[in-house]
C-alpha cells in the first residue's frame, strides 16, 4: 500500500521555523517529482513548493518564495519543507503529494493544480499566531 505520511507541523509565533517531513512508504517515489500543497479553512488546496525526482530542480509559490525550501533524501524515501520567517497566512492544513505521470522528469515545469497530484498523504496542521 502506497503511503505519505506527514510529520513536523504545530503551533508557533509569527516569524519562527518550522521542518516538516514528508516520509514515503516506497523507494518508487524517489524518482518522481514530489512537493507540498496546502489548504487553509474555507480555501482551496494551493501550490507551495515542488521538487524534481534528483533534488535539482524546485519551484515555489510566489508567496513562500524565499522562506521556504524544498529538498528531498531519496535514501531515506524523504522530502522536506523547511518553513522559515513563518507568518500568520501560513497557517493551513500541509500535504505531501507525488507527480505520478513524470517519472525521472527533468524539466522545470511543475503542476500548480491539486487535480494533476494522484497521491496525497493526510496532512500536518501549522498554525502561526500573530
Known amino acids: 500500500q502506497v503511503q505519505l505520511v506527514e510529520s513536523g507541523g504545530g503551533l508557533v509565533q509569527a516569524g519562527d521555523s518550522l521542518r516538516l517531513v514528508c516520509a514515503a512508504s516506497?523507494?518508487?517515489?524517489?524518482?518522481?517529482?514530489m512537493g507540498w500543497f496546502r489548504q487553509a479553512p474555507g480555501k482551496e488546496r494551493q501550490f507551495v513548493a515542488a521538487?524534481?525526482?534528483?533534488?535539482?530542480?524546485?519551484d515555489y509559490a510566489d508567496s513562500v518564495n524565499g522562506r521556504f525550501t524544498i529538498s528531498r533524501d531519496n535514501a531515506q524515501n524523504t522530502v522536506h519543507l523547511q518553513m522559515n520567517s513563518l507568518k500568520p497566512e501560513d497557517t493551513a492544513v500541509y500535504y505531501c503529494v507525488v507527480d505520478s505521470t513524470r517519472r525521472y522528469y527533468t524539466g522545470t515545469y511543475f503542476s500548480h493544480s491539486s487535480s494533476d497530484y494522484l497521491y496525497w498523504g493526510q496532512g500536518t496542521q501549522v498554525t502561526v499566531s500573530s
Open positions: 521538487i524534481s525526482w534528483n533534488g535539482r530542480v524546485t
Open positions: 516506497t523507494r518508487t517515489f524517489s524518482t518522481y517529482p
